[in-house]
């Protein structure tokens, strides 16, 4: 697939492409080929090759290192199996559960909230997250050529109630840091912007993504520059981690996690305690804790308002506040996400 943030020349050769980019190339996309890394036999739990084909396996190696051998209920091969749960049929379980493709301001704009509005920036990710809100989104009727890019972030010009520029995806840094430095050029050069905040699990799922050209750019940047990332579990934190995180607050980031609150792999106390502590441990602080949105092929991960906010509640007796996610849900329509707890 083509990428989403136009004009570059290939590169000759992969003998010039960064770390990071071959590991995007090199990701584990047979069942298979996971299930012997990790030790497990497939008569358990076979791969549902519908679920395959409708969004396929694609993990990163270094977070297939994070993951037990020998355990088919380890919290990070939940987030990526396609499970045969995914095929069947839920009523309320629907595609664009968000009524995401509404919210168009221009091609590869969207906007719900105001001052803020969100750039699908690349059209894939470095990881599959089987619970992916964005699973059924039509990346190819947002994923706007060049020209198309001029033209939208003319309309975001246009529109001086926009402070906040969120660039998403997809995964934004999927992009090479010559197409990101492009896109974000175009925005510092909006004068109404103070705001970059970029949404992206590839610090985590593929730390040698942190790379000096990525640094500089948002380091140089004149806009404040957040940084929200994506971790479910402690687990998904390795020391590597640690390393890209700790360079990107030299770089004078601020650093949040957003994480989603799923079955089997978080929804207790313990794993979500844990998680907090690990989160500020590398140097990022809990932001928001989300119910899963209702997206066809995902009920298997639903955890109840009700259960969400006794989780939260127990989190808030033994952690310092700051600590505890914001619990919300996202209710197409309204001017903002609904906190729950
Ligand atoms: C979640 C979201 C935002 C950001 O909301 P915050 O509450 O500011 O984090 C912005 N735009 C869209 C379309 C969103 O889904
Ligand atoms: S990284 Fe984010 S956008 Fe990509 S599949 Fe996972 S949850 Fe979805």
Known sequence: MSNTLPFERPLASDRDKPDWQLAMKDLVSDPAELLSMLQLAAVERPASLAAQEAFPLRVPRAFVARMARGDWSDPLLRQVWPAVEETRE?????????QEQAAALAPGILQKYPGRALLTAAPHCAIHCRYCFRRHFDYDANSPGRQAWEQSLESLRQDLSISEAI????????NSDRQLAWLVNQLEAIPQLHTLRIHTRLPVVIPARVTDALLDLLRESRLRVVMVLHVNHARELDADCEAAISRLRDAGLILLNQSVLLAGVNDSVAALRDLSERLFS???????????DRVAGTA?????????????????????????????REIPGQSSKTVIA
């Not at 839920?90 to 968000?98: E, I, M, R």
């Not at 590398?282 to 119910?291: A, N, S, V």
């Open 300 to 328: 298997h991960f639903d955890v109840s308002e009700a259960r969400g906010c006794e989780l939260v509640a127990a989190l808030r007796a033994g952690l310092p506040g700051y600590l505890v996610p914001r619990l919300v």
């Open 282 to 292: 590398t140097g990022i602080l809990p932001y928001y804790l989300h119910l899963p």
């Open 90 to 98: 839920q009523t309320g379980w629907v595609d664009d559960p968000l």
């Open 167 to 174: 660039l998403s995806g997809g995964d934004p840094l999927a």
